[in-house]
């Protein structure tokens, strides 16, 4: 099984808008592109597409990769334009395929593969998923794959869970690790909600020169002291060294416990127990 992420964008103007053609996406049970030919004619064979659109585009390389790549049972996230996430289960390969309704809308959507839509709460949306969808993945990339196992096991067990149904055999060892399906930014939110469980009143900084290397800042309400907290994930580890000489109390966390450097009395790393222990703890 493979995981994909595709976005719903018609990308020339006199298309129609994104609200529109993913209303279509959702009304028929597809998704995919454009790259419509001037007979329009359905099929489900890829060498009379080809012959026929290869007259007007130069380049149909996506529509290849989906003809290519996306096959029964894969899984594919995207979002509507207002950023509302759906996880789909494909039932069908690539196909030709437009109706009346497209052409009088101007809906831009041709190359499609069938699916089984289901929208997911944005909290169940794992941070490997939404960074798929920013600005610094290549934009002129419709589809994807989503080339990671953490990612395509949660999506396995989340379209579980959503149908209620045993679709997906789990490989738990790739899911055991809660850290494994954070990004950095939800790692970082993690360790702030865990200091204000410890007293500490969590301040965002602001770019100041002294800060700028630091995630934030965190006030103790009852002495005034600062702290600053530095939180990695993956493999980039954090030095004790680099926090030693500094004036202020020091909080590191590192999702996978890669800490060097020796003891310091002003720093402090959190461990990846305490604070599993603390994501249990507030859950029951």
């Known amino acids: 099984m493979h995981l994909f992420r595709i976005r719903i964008r018609p990308l020339m103007i006199e298309f129609a808008d994104v609200e529109?053609?993913?209303?279509?996406?959702?009304?028929?049970?597809?998704l995919g592109v454009g790259w419509s030919t001037q007979s329009n004619?359905?099929?489900?064979?890829?060498?009379t597409y080809f012959s026929e659109a290869s007259t007007k585009y130069d380049n149909l390389q996506v529509c290849a990769y989906i003809h290519d790549?996306?096959?029964?049972?894969?899984?594919?996230?995207?979002?509507?334009?207002?950023r509302q996430y759906y996880l789909a289960?494909?039932?069908?390969?690539?196909?030709?395929?437009?109706?009346?309704?497209?052409?009088?809308?101007?809906?831009?959507?041709?190359?499609?593969?069938?699916?089984?839509i289901?929208?997911?709460?944005?909290?169940?949306?794992?941070?490997?998923?939404?960074?798929?969808?920013?600005?610094?993945?290549?934009?002129?990339?419709?589809?994807h794959e989503i080339a990671d196992p953490k990612a395509r096991e949660y999506s396995k067990l989340l379209w579980n869970r959503l149908t209620r149904e045993?679709?997906?055999?789990?490989?738990?060892?790739?899911?055991?690790?809660?850290?494994?399906?954070?990004d950095a930014e939800e790692t970082?939110?993690?360790?702030?909600?865990?200091?204000?469980?410890?007293?500490?009143?969590?301040?965002p900084n602001a770019c100041k020169a002294d800060t700028m290397r630091f995630a934030y800042s965190a006030i103790d309400p009852k002495t005034g002291q600062v702290a600053l907290t530095q939180v990695k994930t993956a493999g980039t580890a954090l030095n004790r060294d680099d926090y030693r000489e500094d004036r202020n109390?020091?909080?590191?966390?590192?999702?996978n416990g890669l800490y060097h450097g020796a003891d310091a009395g002003n720093v402090t790393c959190f461990s990846r127990e305490e604070l599993l222990e603390f994501l249990h703890s507030a859950q029951t």
């Open 41 to 47: 004619n359905n099929t489900k064979d890829w060498d």
């Open 188 to 203: 970082e939110n993690l360790v702030s909600l865990y200091l204000q469980h410890k007293g500490w009143r969590v301040v």
């Open 69 to 82: 790549r996306v096959r029964e049972g894969d899984l594919v996230w995207t979002r509507d334009p207002q």
């Open 89 to 116: 289960r494909v039932n069908s390969g690539w196909e030709y395929w437009t109706t009346e309704e497209a052409d009088v809308h101007d809906i831009d959507i041709a190359n499609v593969f069938r699916c089984t």
């Open 118 to 143: 289901k929208a997911v709460e944005p909290t169940l949306v794992p941070g490997k998923v939404v960074a798929c969808f920013r600005a610094t993945w290549p934009i002129m990339q419709p589809i």
């Open 166 to 182: 045993p679709v997906y055999e789990i490989d738990a060892s790739v899911c055991s690790d809660v850290f494994m399906l954070l």
């Open 249 to 255: 109390r020091i909080f590191l966390f590192q999702s």
């Open 20 to 30: 529109t053609t993913f209303a279509y996406c959702l009304k028929h049970g597809l």
